[in-house]
């Protein structure tokens, strides 16, 4: 059995708008961010994983099970929509039991799991509140105790940290680092980049309903060569190395900082420029620290989608 | 599989029974009931009213029906002594040449009926009996009250209300995603979905079949009731009970499948209605494909529309033979249980796309 989630050139089609199309994929255990605009289709790619929609074409396999065999998917998948929208008149304990015993667990075992689940996203205080009173934090916090409570393997969660405050979002940013840690996937959607780049593990990125870049964030940025990658060097002599740059060829741009503090490097080949770098340290020149400065999600996204941002 | 069957019921019950959305379904079920009541509490105060005037001017039954037209008023008091009311009118006589009449009114009750006698010039010329309720009269009445409004708008809208709202409901609402991520079988999520606005409906539009059935004959006499009862009551309830909830079971099924079926499922709704009207002007084969053909056999008691109806209406209405009890039932079993099959079908292809409805 694998562990993975995989897509095999996977298309989506809503009549004639187009979900996602030809995506092939193999997502490993981890952190995975589902990047892109609005309408780029990381929805339509949880949905599809999810079994909530079905692919015009293609196949996905979530750790080995077809998700059009909802009594075997759902033991392993947990799916927190961006719907925020909830069965009327339940409080926030009785949301998370309820549905936990739509999954036939006796009462005992869901009165368990959904305590845990509740106390995990920190809630038991407000646990036996109606939802329609929560604010949209809380509501989005029950909503992944929900997801969470019957342990599954695989964690959906489609843009899971709007609308929490900066001391929440840490926690659950911990609590996502802790389920990978264990071995689940926990794939996330989000359209806030620095958010992504904070927690990833490995992204995805979509734009138009296609899959332009996936992996490590840093292995997707070595793999635009068109786009020169930016270093931010600290050195106390930032004349004497700009110069020692220049006489690399595969250096484009080595810009003096304002303040004398620095050096803004250009490249076109990472490796060659990291060793060239180590010779010229070994060679006397004094660096402070070395940063690079577009290896990021943002960066990426901008090389790769432009202005479709 | 049935545990989990057993938690969508829970989870649906609650909000069928307890839906704010839903006071409506209430009404239409317990309003006749509360129109019968109030007829029930006019007729024990007017028979209340009648027993305190026969009092006041004693008079027998027999007295009172040995009188006939064209008796003289000497002759009415000699009989029946007193009236409780009487009223004398000079009228002005168009007809015959003019000129003038006495026309008097006089009442007189036995504590049960009525007697107006109408005297024109001193002769009786009219007699009119005003009978107390009775339970043969008022079965009728609400046998066409069940048949006509009951079953063919209260039922039928509270199915619409109820089966309706179980999927395309949750689908407005954006909660139905909650429960196609529970492992389950799609159509053992229908199964308890169907089942939870069964149990509702029965229980809600059952309860007001009993309580219209409690209210109508609350006035009557225990002595009548009990002898009612143990004639054809008895016989009578069970059918109207049974005809409440197989018009649940086959209206819930078609409303569920339209719910499932349809974005906009009012439509398919408005159509299924407009069949079911025009049941009784539709051919003979057609008639048979119907909810209400089937359930109007079962009725105890046949309620015929004939006599209001104008005379091209009498002759737009066609007879179909009306099925036996057992061909009735089982028929609409076997449509109903047809439907929800098809429904399973459907519900494993089910998709969330809220976006679009």
Same mark, same amino acid.
Request: aromatic share 8%; glycine share 2%.
């Given at each position: 059995m694998t562990d993975r989630v995989v897509f095999d050139n996977v298309s989506r089609f809503y009549g004639e708008v187009l979900g996602v199309n030809r995506v092939t994929l193999s997502i490993p255990p981890g952190i995975t961010s589902l990047v892109g605009p609005n309408g780029s289709g990381k929805t339509t790619l949880m949905n599809l994983m999810t079994g909530l929609v079905r692919p015009t074409r293609g196949a996905i396999r979530v750790l080995d099970?077809?998700?059009?065999?909802? *009594?075997?998917l759902c033991h392993l998948v947990g799916y927190a929509t961006q719907f925020d929208s909830f069965p009327k008149g339940l409080t926030g304990y009785e949301?998370?039991?309820?549905f936990l015993r739509l999954f036939g667990y006796p009462h005992d075992r869901c009165v368990k799991q959904a305590d845990g689940a509740i106390a995990r996203v920190r809630m038991t205080e407000a646990s036996n509140r109606k939802v329609a009173g929560y604010s949209k934090g809380m509501r989005q916090r029950i909503k992944l105790a929900?997801?969470?409570?019957?342990?599954?393997?695989?964690?959906? #969660?489609?843009?899971?940290?709007?609308? #929490?405050?900066? #001391?929440?979002?840490?926690?659950?940013?911990?609590?996502?680092?802790?389920?990978?840690? *264990?071995g689940r996937h926990v794939i996330v959607s989000s359209h806030v980049l620095h958010e992504v780049d904070q927690i990833s593990d490995q992204v995805i990125l979509l734009s138009n309903g296609y899959v332009v870049a996936e992996g490590q964030i840093q292995s997707v940025r070595g793999e635009?060569?068109?786009?020169?990658?930016?270093?931010?060097?600290r050195c106390g002599r930032p004349g004497a190395l700009a110069s020692k740059l220049f006489e690399l060829d595969h250096v484009v741009e080595a810009r003096l900082a304002g303040d004398g503090a620095g050096v803004l490097v250009k490249t076109r080949d990472a490796d060659r420029f990291y060793n060239a770098l180590n010779r010229i340290a070994l060679d006397g020149v004094d660096l402070e620290g070395v940063t690079p400065v577009d290896d990021n999600v943002n960066a990426v996204y901008g090389y790769l989608i432009g202005e479709d941002r | 599989m049935r545990a989990q069957i057993a938690s969508v019921l829970r989870l649906e019950l609650r909000k069928t029974f307890f839906s704010r959305r839903g006071l409506w379904i209430y009404v239409l079920a317990f309003a006749p009931a509360l129109l019968y009541l109030i007829h029930a509490i006019d007729v024990t105060r007017d028979h209340e009213h009648r027993q305190a005037l026969a009092a006041a001017h004693p008079v027998a039954t027999e007295a009172l029906s040995s009188i006939k037209q064209g008796m003289?008023?000497?002759?009415?008091?000699?009989?029946?002594?007193e009236p409780y009311s009487s009223r004398t009118i000079t009228q002005g006589r168009r007809a015959r040449g003019g000129g003038f009449r006495d026309l008097a009114i006089y009442q007189y009750t036995d504590g049960d009926s009525d007697f107006t006698f109408v005297v024109v010039d001193g002769q009786i010329e009219r007699i009119n009996e005003?009978?107390?309720?009775?339970?043969?009269?008022?079965?009728?009445?609400?046998?066409?009250?069940f048949q006509f409004f009951y079953l063919r708008l209260a039922v039928f809208f509270g199915c619409v209300g109820i089966f309706m709202n179980l999927i395309r409901g949750e689908m407005l609402d954006k909660s139905l995603h909650f429960y196609l991520l529970a492992p389950m079988r799609r159509e053992g999520l229908l199964v308890g979905k169907y089942l939870a606005g069964l149990i509702a409906s029965v229980s809600i539009f059952v309860v007001g079949t009993l309580l219209q059935i409690a209210a109508l004959s609350w006035h009557f006499d225990p002595g009548a009731v009990s002898a009612y009862l143990h004639g054809p009551g008895w016989g009578q309830i069970a059918s109207y009970v049974g005809v409440t909830a197989l018009a649940c079971a086959g209206y819930g099924s078609i409303f569920l499948a339209a719910g499932l079926l349809f974005r906009n499922p009012i439509l398919p709704a408005a159509f299924v209605l407009l069949w079911e009207?025009?049941?009784?002007?539709?051919?003979?084969?057609?008639?048979?494909?119907?909810?209400?053909?089937?359930?109007?056999?079962?009725c105890p008691v046949v309620a015929s529309p004939d006599r209001d109806l104008s005379l091209f209406q009498r002759l737009l209405i066609s007879s179909a033979e009306p099925p036996r009890a057992w061909v009735a039932v089982t028929g609409l079993l076997v449509v109903t249980a047809g439907v929800l099959v098809f429904s399973g079908f459907r519900a494993r292809r089910l998709e969330i796309n809220y976006g679009t409805e």
């Open positions: 099970v077809p998700p059009d065999a909802p *009594e075997r949301f998370v039991y309820s929900q997801a969470l409570a019957h342990d599954p393997r695989v964690l959906v #969660l489609d843009e899971p940290l709007n609308g #929490l405050d900066p #001391l929440v979002r840490n926690e659950t940013i911990a609590l996502f680092r802790e389920m990978a840690r *264990e635009i060569r068109d786009q020169p990658m930016q270093v931010w060097i | 003289s008023v000497e002759q009415l008091f000699s009989a029946a002594g005003q009978d107390r309720c009775n339970l043969q009269k008022d079965s009728a009445i609400f046998a066409t009250v009207s025009i049941n009784l002007f539709l051919p003979a084969a057609l008639k048979k494909i119907s909810v209400i053909f089937y359930l109007q056999a079962l």
